[in-house]
């Protein structure tokens, strides 16, 4: 085999990087030893975790220190060259793979930088292991929730690339969710901090952006992961079914009957009896035709209730027997097992094809008989290990590659497989990510356009698109952008043989849509500066927009609603309390419930990222949200996301429409994840001492009190009278759940005062304390430091007697409402409220007198990458100009 | 367990059924090395599915970071020589062929039954070309019954000299050397003792070893003695030679087989229902001379047969309780051997043993299941990677806080005995036999006084 005599530059023009020339100049950085350019020595790199693809890449190179990195990118950026950065080579989409280029090894920066049990983060470098992370922090009470089957391997590095999910993303989340900051070096050598690790997020959601972007944003140097607090109690249940689809059957019913397990994973017969033969044997019936992994935890007090009512919805399904792990030790074993199935696969037959398709929950049992009937129809064996919770299938295919024959046919049926769950409303990806393996189906999924909007996307963080080129985003998508790469697409080795979905995604478009997107294609031509309006709660906030035309989003339609499946999606100009109200009619509700008017649209929320007491347990709209359709500043109708609970497939436009205040584009239509209403739904007020240490003293016990409560909020005494309920500074908690857990955290809180129950509405009437015309500002922290803060700003003698003020504790955030008529005193109050809540402290101004936004609010777009998005996104400048505080030439 | 290394080697499909698609991959392709052992064993590297699991198991990837000094990549580095994109004797091959310990760590790992301990000895004796001098010299010392009794005994009075406490000071290989040497030296002083067993257990033979008989026969007697306590009678098994672990591990299959067959004759005679092995490498290999001489019509099943009588001491003392001894107030931590761990799969015995012993403090030590660097003779060839594989093990150990760290086996008890040394610790390794003996040799102490 002959090494490439030179590496391919990503620019058309430019002269090929010959491979004599890097190596030396890489060598100058890392080391001889750490640079690999010997073929033969190159191999083990020519192949991620998925087997069926190998690329050789030119060069391998190891920095050792994060500035060894930085030196490394600014070196290929010099030369143009393009490069793949690699973890642990644990991926199963065949992303981290390098052709003919430079693969950038991460995996010797294992660097645990710091660990913060206070407030529960630790920062990391690259290619600390998933697994490591938790190991640092076992006996603290912590751990890091995103739990990826390879999690003993995969590097936190490529976690980030790829969103990575795991089986207890069902209830924790995903990477994204779990990721506070990161400190970036793009591909063109610019350092970039993205998030913000002690406080909101202002401006852009670059971060999560970024996450999931599958190593083409640029190479991640050190990461702030959030620490989850380890559960009180868990139940790790094992059921076994003779028929698939009983197993299917439970999995509804488990959802249905609003319990969120941490984990529910389904196995079916061939896994069983390849985990079985491993070492990592688990004792599952080698008999049943499926088994159920099913994990619930949370607080001891409502764990018995669940697991039970678990195990009577499986054995009503037919389940022939549920066990329950009795230990640790057992507990272990039964979760070894599934995490090493996809591994133990290599017993069956050389070669596997991994499928990470996600289809909506109520589908499931459909979509199993649809693939087994598939299976049989092309001889081939189908084992599927997946969880089952997120609908996230993992269809696997083991075979021998050898045989042409039976490559074909696996082909066929994995083309198939793949369209029967587009054609379910699923996706092509729930967590492995598109890598080169699904590049072929991403058209399956996303219109032109929408590809195309991604691609604009990747030219913002890598205009020479030389970060892991030929990946994600077919590049025929690109290519009408202007700049095209010479770097050729890299073809499949296995190109899916793509077999066309009847209606092309983006096909129908609804009228208002097509009507927003004529409304913006027009303003782009004559230059004429659009406002985007809901319901126009939020013009009251006075931010100086130039822009005298409004474009109205009137349709409030629901479009679906699929109650098994718990989501959503609904029309950008819906009332949220339509929303809510529709949900509550199937015992659900949505996790939105902002501060501020209640007649606000889904639309502006989302692009306000508006958030309310229920953040506290369920997060911001960011967490909340499944996909969008928006309409650019260019007039290009894009989705991101879609309407399935887990789904990594292309560049996260979600993410990046929701917070920027419509500059980026208008957000038309979302899909929402719903939450099942409780069995019990308690509100209590604790009131809070008079001084400021006693009560500092009391929040800071309230933060480590055993709680799972779904609202907890601080009010101030001017709120609590307000509200109504009383004259003092006060708690209010909300208590969900099976009837034993509330009583529990009922009991819990008597430990910080006397609990009296209060009227749920006491929510509805917090959402809208502020008097109209009010001025409001949030400063958000790290929670550690909140309770102080806190007791000196509810103290009667406190700076700002005249405000009302209420904070949610465990994000960190106080939100401060002074009435109109403190106008007068605004710039003395800020003075004194910016000395007290001093550095460093995040303020993000709600609402303001027109004219003191310039003078109080810093614009969020300082930053030349936020620029770039604003320019790539709305190159004219259309979309609500000057809302951010940014100058508007 | 499947015999790997031989053409009748199959996947251990019984669990599984009969998928639909066989396994047919390398019945169909054409190997660049046919005949040679590597070929024989292609189908435990067709099990490899490159996931990529073992990598955070194998100590010379957590010491290198290159994917090359990986199971996976060292798998895949086969693969190449089996498929004909490299040739056997490709530098690069050898490079990191050669680096393995052989630990084998990356087998209780892997999801998919990749037999990597066969496969690492099939390509060594496929690609087979020079070993360093030291490494020849070494295994032809082995090899020869009397030239290795002279090197042993040497050894010995070098050692009661107390010249290698001198010179294990020195840097280097040498230095290195000599503090294993020294570390040598009984870790615990104990009073004599008479076991006294019924013998209900059946007969037992010890393989004597090399190294143990040559360097630790305090620690041979002493499982002779804990043995008869728990009621084994101990019958003599006369020429018996060197397992053959170092020879197979180095590729030298022929080498190990010729040993093998000496051993088989030697126990066959002895009768003994079980062979206790004290040295986890040594019973590691013994339980595998099944596999090793599968293809020996003459020795096959007599082969079969005697590795089936092997066990670890540990695995005897810990189904026979053991008896309780007397106390002994030590802090003990326990460091698993590869081959007793990961080989053998052996992994709770050792630590009953400790804990039945009264008074002894046994605190966990982090990461025990990783290697610590000796790995045969690996520690004097590639004396660089084997200190890095070594530096964490021994901060883990400071960390106990423990005086002694008990391992199974001479290759460990040197190399983590010379890294103390030289870390100037005053911590020693040892057998845990040893510290059971120590307890019987206490309790018959305390009797004599009470009398």
Known sequence: MAAPAQIESSLSGTTPVPAKVLVPRLAAIVGQRRVLARPSELLTYTADGLPGYRKQPAIAVFPGTRDEVVRVVRTLAELRVPFVARGAGTGLSGGALAEGTVLLGLQRLTRIVDVDVENARAVVEPGVVNAVITRAVAGQGLHFAPDPSSQAACTIGGNVAENAGGPHCLKYGVTLNHILALTAVLPDGEIVKLGNPAGEITGYDLLGAFIGSEGCFGVVLDVTVKLTRDPQAVRTLLADFLDVDDAARAVSGIIAAGIVPAALEMMDNPTIRAVEASVYAAGYPTDAAAVLLIEVDGLAAGIEADARRVEQICREARARGVRVASDADERARLWQGRKKAFGAMGRVAPHLVVQDAVVPRTKLPETLAAIRAIGEKHGVTVCNVFHAGDGNLHPNIPYDATDPDQARRVEHAMSEVMRVCIEAGGTITGEHGVGLDKLGYMPLVFSEDSLATMCRLRDVFDPDRRANPGKVVPVHSCREWGRHAAIAPAPADRAPAVVPVPTAPGGRLREETLRVREEIRAARESRTPLRVVGAGTWLDAMRPVAAERRLELRDGDIVEYVPGDLTMTARAGASLAALAAAARENGQCIALDPFGSAAGTLGATLATASAGPLAHAFGTPRDNVLGIEMVTGEGAVARGGGRVVKNVAGFDLTRLAIGSWGTLGVITEATLRLRALPERDVTVAIALPAQSRATAGILERLRSLPLAAWALEVVDAAVARALGIGDRPMVLARLAGNEPLVAAQERELGALGDPVAIEGSVWERLRAIEPPGAIVARVSTLPVALPELLGDALAPEALASRTLLHATLSRGVIRCILPPDTLGMLSALVGRAREHYAAPRTWIWEKLPADRWDALAPAPLGDRLSRRVRDAFDPARILNPGILGEVVA | ?451
């Open chain 2, 1 to 451: 367990m499947k015999d790997w290394s031989t053409g009748t080697g199959r996947m251990p499909q019984a669990a599984v059924g009969e998928p639909p698609l066989a396994h047919t991959h390398s019945a169909r392709t054409a190997c660049a090395v046919p005949g040679t052992p590597l070929d024989l064993a292609k189908a435990g590297i067709d099990a490899c599915v490159h996931c990529g699991f073992c990598l955070q198991a194998c100590p010379t990837y957590l010491a290198l970071s290159d994917e090359n000094d990986s199971p996976r990549g060292r798998i895949l580095l086969m693969r190449s020589v089996v498929d004909g994109s490299l040739a056997p004797d490709d530098p690069t091959v050898r490079e990191h062929i050669d680096r393995c310990l052989g630990c084998r760590g990356c087998e209780t790992a892997c999801p998919s039954g990749v037999p990597y301990g066969h496969l690492l000895e099939a390509t060594r004796a496929t690609i087979s070309g020079k070993h360093p001098l030291v490494a020849r010299l070494v295994l032809w010392v082995f090899a020869h019954e009397w030239a290795l009794r002279p090197a042993l005994s040497g050894a010995k009075l070098l050692r009661a000299m107390r010249i290698p406490a001198l010179l294990g000071k020195l840097p280097g290989r040498l230095g290195f050397a000599m503090a294993m040497l020294d570390s040598t030296r009984p870790a615990v002083s104990r009073g004599r003792y008479e076991p006294r067993g019924s013998g209900a257990r059946g007969t037992a033979s010890i393989l004597r070893g090399c190294v143990m008989e040559g360097l630790f026969e305090e620690t041979n007697r002493a499982t002779e003695r804990v043995l008869v306590a728990n009621d084994w009678r101990m019958v003599d098994a006369a020429g018996q030679r060197c397992c053959g672990a170092l020879h197979a591990h180095a590729g030298d299959l022929e080498g190990a087989r010729a040993l093998a067959r000496a051993n088989i004759d030697a126990f066959e005679r002895s009768g003994a229902e079980t062979i206790a092995v004290n040295a986890a490498g040594c019973g590691a290999m013994m339980k595998e001379y099944g596999q090793l001489l599968a293809d020996d019509p003459a020795y096959a099943a007599r082969a079969a047969a005697v590795s089936a009588r092997v066990r670890d001491v540990s695995e005897l003392l810990a189904v026979a309780g053991p008896a309780k001894g007397g106390a002994l107030p030590l802090r003990v931590t326990y460091d698993a051997p590869c081959h007793l761990q990961h080989a053998q799969r052996v992994v709770s015995p050792p630590l009953a043993v400790l804990k039945s012993i009264p008074a002894l403090e046994v605190v966990p030590l982090v990461e025990s299941d990783q290697c610590c660097g000796a790995a045969g003779i690996y520690n004097l060839v590639k004396p660089e990677v084997s200190a890095a594989v070594l530096e964490p093990k021994l901060a883990h150990i400071a960390r106990t806080g423990a005086g002694m760290v008990a391992t199974g086996n001479p290759g460990c008890l040197m190399q983590i005995g010379a890294g103390l040394a030289r870390a100037r610790s005053a911590a020693r390794a040892v057998h845990p036999v040893d510290l059971l003996d120590a307890s019987y040799a206490a309790r018959e102490k305390a009797a004599r006084k009470r009398e």
